[in-house]
């Protein structure tokens, strides 16, 4: 194994540590937690929590900020955060209007976020959740009960995050968290494996040869293995699978968004978007708006995934709404 760390058992302390020293203008640590919370909590509104494992880096803590989220609570290494770490989040950042906690559907986050939100309400706080759950590839996997949540989550932070930042009640907060849930499909790719510092050997092999399709996040199993195939026909084949699980017809409008799972180049990514954008077009489907780069990670795996929102005039009006945050920035 080779990585740039000091002690394996050290990796996320010193990782927020960082984080938090390099942007101190949007987020810092609450003392004695593994969690990340907005600099500036001084606005009345419903407050966004969210977190997980460390290794999917930036998220969760790269979208704490304006428009976003108000706190990330951070596990290890593909590891669910415990209750008392998300409770601590949700104490920090409860302003009176109640907080919401976005969840990627993994049994451990759901466990453990839910007996946060039970330790929160008896201390008078309201809690209100969402399951994000927009993983086309596979249904009760390794990790889960019913679909893996994804890169998709990054569009709930974004357009929950607006709505709450617009002064939207928790109930409404929650609804448009839930309308993105329901119209979000994603689906990814690997075509290397990663290493946990703690285990110091790959998760998995993929001969030289080969890839694997519809891998999840935490490198869980996808749908097969096949040999290598070029960007356009494993593009398609993605893309199939999301579009026969939410099908769109011509004059839809959707937000794209090519997520690299951290190895794969930039110039990949964009190849993959261009054969995205092809087949959508054909379609008919208009793309109001096209994210590619790094945003929801698992280590050093290379690999990608793509994410496919359906819009209607309330989600692409949050969509469009500023939010600034270390790894999300959209000016309105």
Known sequence: MKKMINNPENVLSEMLEGIAKAHPEYLKKLENANVLVRTDLSKNKVALVS??????????????????????VAGEVFTSPTPDQVYEAVKAVDRGKGVLLVIKNYSGDVMNFDMAKDMAEMDGIKVESVVVNDDVAVENSTFTTGRRG??????????????????????????????????????????????????????????????????????????????IKTADETTEHMLDKILKDMP???????AVMVNGMCSTPLMELYIVNRKVNEILSALGVKIHKTFVGEYMTSLEM??????????????KKFLGDTANTPAFKLIK
């Open 248 to 254: 769109l017809n011509s004059g839809d409008e959707v």
């Open 302 to 315: 290379a690999g990608f995934s793509i994410s496919v929102l359906k819009l209607d005039s309330e989600l």
């Open 150 to 227: 994804i890169c998709g989550t990054v569009f709930v932070h974004k357009i929950a995050g607006a709505a709450a930042e617009a002064g939207l009640e928790l109930e409404d907060v929650k609804r448009v968290a839930e309308k993105v849930i329901s119209n979000v499909r994603s689906m990814g790719m690997a075509l290397s494996s990663c290493t946990v510092p703690a285990a110091g050997k790959p998760n998995f092999k993929l001969p030289e040869d080969e890839v694997e399709i519809g891998m999840g996040i935490h490198g869980e199993p996808g749908t097969h293995r096949e040999k």
């Open 51 to 72: 977190g997980g494992g460390s290794g999917h880096e930036p998220a969760h803590g790269g979208y704490v900020g304006e428009g976003m989220l108000d706190a990330a």
